[in-house]
């Protein structure tokens, strides 16, 4: 690491002499030949059949399928919710035993 920086010093360096070699007027950097992409080459269509208008489509009987199963989803969630919550106010009951009753 500190040899790639020494080299660095010494290449700004090697620019200010030049400069200096040049009476102080910018150097004319060479010139990069422009590098041209080639054109993209055109995507081929897939083979298959083409995508389906799922809404369009669907018959009565699919639609109401997805429906069954978006609101059995929505009763899960809601289970485990309440689930969750359960837990967590169980978590936070403290059981209080007198010191009396403890000692026998």
């Known amino acids: 690491m500190l040899q790639l920086s ?5 290449l700004k360096f090697d620019e200010l002499h030049q400069l200096k070699a040049n009476n102080w007027k910018p150097l ?8 041209r992409m080639p054109p ?4 081929k269509p897939q083979k298959g059949h083409p ?3 799922r809404d369009r489509s669907l018959e009565s009987s699919e639609r109401q399928r997805l429906e069954a199963r ?3 989803l929505a009763a899960k969630r809601a289970a485990s919710v309440r689930q969750s919550s359960a837990t967590e ?3 936070s009951i403290e059981i209080y035993i007198p010191e009396a009753q403890t000692r026998l």
Do not use: F, Y
Request: charged share 30%; net charge neutral; proline share 19%.
């Open 51 to 53: 995508p389906l208008a």
């Open 89 to 91: 106010s169980a978590d």
């Open 70 to 72: 978006k609101r059995l």
């Open 6 to 10: 020494i080299e660095n010093i010494s």
């Open 28 to 35: 004319t950097p060479p010139e990069i030949q422009e590098r």
């Open 40 to 43: 993209p080459v055109p995507k």
